[in-house]
């Protein structure tokens, strides 16, 4: 051992620190709170053990792995990111979230509401709608979902009420 050394000394950033002082300015982890030293996973806004890097969820560990980081910080396994974070349908009330196999999901936003395609549909007929399709655009009377038939029939039914 060299002479003057001390075993109880630790290094930050090219800096030696004493164990006290070093806990107050090393990075807290993202996971347990504690100070990291060693190996180290950086992420926007975070540093975690690699022990510690888990889904918030599941708690399945993600070294290595795909993820996903929600605004709070807090990392998901891709699964619970979507299943969390997911738009829900405005009809049936289920999130929007991709198929077995898929990484996208199909979603309409229409109304300031989202939609599965499938639910997408005339509230008084039930066609489903798609603004691709000729004869199957939505025309919306006071955030109602309508297809052009149902659209005019109520807009007549309008008219010979005010007469």
């Known amino acids: 051992m060299r002479r003057g050394y001390r075993r109880d000394l630790l290094f930050l950033n090219g800096n030696v620190f004493c ?9 807290s982890c993202g996971g347990c709170g504690d100070s990291i030293s060693g190996k180290v996973i950086k992420i926007k806004g975070g540093s975690f053990h690699p022990d510690c890097f888990n889904c918030q969820v599941c708690e ?4 290595g792995v795909p ?3 929600g605004e709070d910080n807090k990392i998901y396994c891709p699964e619970d990111f979507t299943r969390k974070f997911a738009a ?5 009330k289920k999130p929007i979230v991709p198929k077995e196999g898929q990484t996208t999901a199909p979603r309409i936003r229409a109304l300031d509401r989202d939609f599965h ?5 005339c509230e008084d007929c039930a066609l489903v709608l798609d603004s691709r399709v000729k004869g199957k655009e939505c025309w919306p009377i006071r955030h109602h979902v309508l297809c052009y038939q149902c659209y005019r029939r109520r807009q007549s039914e309008s008219e010979g009420e005010s007469d």
């Open 60 to 63: 399945s560990n993600l070294v």
């Open 88 to 92: 829900l349908c405005s009809v049936c």
């Open 19 to 27: 164990q006290k002082d070093y806990n107050e300015y090393a990075e």
């Open 67 to 69: 993820y996903s980081a």
């Open 117 to 121: 395609p499938p639910c997408f549909k």
